[in-house]
């Protein structure tokens, strides 16, 4: 299926990408992955610039393919559950969305070389034809293909958009929330506080569990 490019939106997509992942390279912010406490330390030290700094950062590293864990438990500790949530859940949008952008506008031909011919990648496309929006939930919920490449892998699809970038979103949340409230539990300091937040990711982690299961046997049925 062919694509209408705008060449000046591609440009500025490219160019922003190069730039910011330049300028954490430069900056040695990739390095504090490896190191949870010393993430916290950076994010921490911007103040105000903080959410900023962690929302760009986790976007940036969703488009890389690196695991978000460390990123994701530090967001917890540095700005609690429900803040923490929101900022992660912006970073995700942002980071799966640029990468959708850029497998269907700017790196089409390499990314379709590559998986196009995989049977996961087969059954993502037929299922966007065929079930539309219910394998996005199927495939964010179930490993079935990594994270990270469904976010371009998607981008060779029919999918619109508007409609990978919000129910992506919505399908990651539950997870995300579990790691977040974990580590919003953890820096809370208060025991009651804590508790209530490890109940509510524990009863987050179950739901999410039996949707899991629900979905794969629907997935069975149908294949």
Do not use: H
């Not at 917890?76 to 970073?91: K, P, R």
């Amino acid at each position: 299926m062919s694509q209408k490019k705008n060449p000046i939106k591609i440009i500025i997509i490219v160019a922003i990408l190069a730039a910011a992942i330049f300028g954490l390279a430069k900056s040695g912010a990739l390095e504090y992955l490896k190191d949870r406490e010393k993430l916290e330390t950076l994010i921490k030290s911007l103040g105000m610039w903080g959410p900023v700094a962690y929302i760009g950062l986790y976007a940036i590293v969703t488009t890389t393919c690196i695991s978000v864990l460390p990123l994701t438990l530090a967001g917890g500790l540095i700005f609690g559950a429900v803040m923490g949530i929101i900022y992660t859940a912006i970073g995700a949008c942002l980071g799966l969305s640029l990468a959708f952008l850029i497998a269907r506008y700017i790196a089409r031909k390499p990314i379709e070389d590559k998986f196009g011919k995989t049977e996961a990648f087969k059954k993502i496309n037929e299922g966007v034809k065929n079930e539309g929006w219910f394998i996005l939930a199927t495939t964010r919920l179930l490993p079935v293909f990594p994270f990270g490449i469904q976010n371009y892998v998607y981008g060779l699809t029919p999918i619109s958009f508007v409609q990978y970038s919000l129910l992506s979103t919505l399908f990651i949340l539950p997870g995300t929330s579990v790691f977040v409230l974990l580590a919003g539990a953890v820096a809370s300091g208060d025991m009651k506080t804590a508790v209530k937040m490890s109940i509510t990711a524990s009863l987050i982690f179950f739901a999410l569990t039996m949707v899991t299961k629900l979905i794969a046997k629907k997935a069975k049925k149908n294949s």
